[in-house]
């Protein structure tokens, strides 16, 4: 399948897997409140770090492995069944610390973490890490839309008070572990399993644990700050940074699905050598990009504080405030991304993956740390910018001699001129219309669009650039 088609599942898997539960934000916000949806927060990061000790960097080291192999049958099947088997072990060793927390530890949120436990045992039947190296997104994408879309039917249906909070997360586990279990039947006929000695199986774990802390170190500024918040703010302070981080995590997810599609690709051009045709990819991917969350980053700046309380309603204003800033992280996540899914992992670099997201991670806690206590959820925010900041800053360093990152910079620039005239745009129309009203909001955001499409095509036209495109 073509890389524009993937590229167009992938973001319709993104999305929906995102958008879903923000359909039902509003709706839940103003059924269990500002406390419920905190407490919902925390659970749910706590099960989603569990999530990750099972997958142990699969999301990367599986599609990278599958795609390099992907050409030739038999070895495709020995390293599938190889990689399966320690997922495997891995997943159901974590499985029994899960229910160990659950009994032993847990607190208040003790009930909802029991009934996200199916999340947890999820682990041991994903294989979107082999679909995706095989460059299957088709399946994933039906599949888990209709999954997902069902889970928010009854959402609807069966949520009805603050007590009720425990059906919502039994309901997103459950569509969890199906969304798996249905797209593990696409891979009947196109992969076998054949069991393999364990000892073959075990040597996948080095490789993995080196990406697995990568993968930790990303979540512990993108998960533990809301553990933090809890703790140290408050569950209601953590229901408003929820909130906020929510929309960002949308809009992040368009970024996520190209890097998603573009690695596999990459790493089979890597093992064919075709170094300019990489080089190409690499840079039509960071023009695209940067436009893409330059234009999401300063249209959430410009319109935050009209559409929070719109969205999840009046208790909720405060996370319009913080969301303003937090979208900025959008610029740092898609530059950062590129050069993870399109130089650094396709060339097994994961080292400068590592230093890069664990200096991130180091720069977050201490920030949280300092600035939790003083400035509650806005320090949460404050802290996640610097982190982001970091990763593509410790990558510059590290790679500054071998990419053209005076081209790349230049796009940043250029991009933020023309969102920060888009931000200034409609923050004047939002002026001239005061009132906070869906049709006022939708305004600001037409304004905001076609502000931001004029001038991107004045200077695609200017430097005879085009749209960018990223070829078959």
């Known amino acids: 399948m073509s890389t524009k088609k993937n590229a167009a599942y992938n973001v319709a898997y993104r999305l929906f897997s995102v958008l879903l539960p923000l359909v039902t934000a509003p709706y839940l916000s103003r059924t269990v409140g500002t406390y419920g949806v905190g407490l919902y927060s925390k659970a749910w990061s706590i099960s989603y770090i569990f999530c990750l000790i099972g997958m142990l960097g699969l999301n990367d080291y599986g599609v990278r492995t599958i795609a390099q192999v992907r050409d030739d049958r038999r070895e495709l099947d020995r390293t599938f069944s190889e990689i399966w088997q320690m997922q495997l072990l891995v997943a159901g060793i974590t499985l029994i610390f899960w229910f160990g927390y659950v009994f032993l530890i847990a607190g208040e949120e003790k ?11 999820s682990c041991l039947c994903s294989f979107d890490w082999c679909l995706m190296g095989l460059d299957i997104f088709k399946p994933i994408a039906l599949r888990n839309t209709f999954v997902k879309t069902a889970a928010a039917v009854c959402v609807f249906i069966f949520v009805k008070k603050e007590n009720d909070l425990w059906i919502y997360a039994f309901v997103w586990s459950l569509a969890t572990l199906l969304g798996n279990l249905s797209c593990a039947t696409t ?18 774990l ?29 569950v ?32 089979n051009l890597q093992k064919k050598g075709e170094t300019e045709k990489i080089a190409r990819n690499i840079d039509r991917s960071m023009d695209l990009v940067i436009c893409m969350v330059s234009a999401m980053a300063f249209g959430v700046a410009a319109v935050a504080d009209k559409f929070a309380p719109l969205f999840y309603g009046d208790d909720f204003r405060y996370s319009g405030t913080l969301m303003a800033p937090l979208g900025f992280t959008l610029i740092m996540i898609g530059f950062a991304n590129v050069i993870r899914t399109q130089v650094v992992l396709p060339q097994k670099r994961d080292t400068i993956f590592v230093k890069s997201v664990c200096c991130g991670a180091a720069v977050n806690l201490i920030a949280n740390a300092l600035l939790i206590p003083s400035m ?32 790349y910079i230049s796009y940043v620039g250029v991009y933020a001129v023309i969102g920060g005239v888009m931000l200034v745009c409609v923050r004047l129309v939002g002026r001239l219309l005061p009132e906070e009203s869906w049709l006022n909001l939708g ?26 495109r990223i070829r078959h």
Not at 214 to 219: D, F, G, L, T, W
Not at 238 to 253: M, P, Q, R, T, V
Not at 380 to 396: D, H, K, S
């Open 206 to 234: 080095g490789p993995c644990a080196v990406l697995f802390i990568s993968v930790m170190a990303v979540n512990i500024y993108r998960t533990m700050d809301k553990v933090m918040v809890s703790a140290i703010a408050g």
């Open 111 to 121: 009930v909802l973490a029991l009934h996200l436990t199916m999340m947890s045992v």
């Open 443 to 468: 305004i600001m955001t037409f304004a905001g669009i076609a502000v931001y499409g004029a001038l991107c095509l004045v200077y695609w036209k200017v430097c005879h650039k085009g749209i960018t």
């Open 376 to 407: 509650k959820s806005m320090g949460a925010v404050v802290g996640t910018l610097l982190a982001e900041m970091t990763v593509p800053v410790v990558q510059f360093i590290l790679l500054r001699k071998e990419l053209p990152y005076k081209t």
């Open 236 to 267: 209601d302070q953590n229901g408003l940074y929820e909130n906020a981080e929510k929309i960002i995590y949308c809009l992040s997810g368009f970024i996520l699905a190209i890097g998603t599609v573009m690695m596999p690709k990459i790493a």
């Open 187 to 204: 891979l009947k006929g196109k992969v076998s399993y054949h069991r393999v000695p364990m000892k073959d199986s075990l040597k996948h």
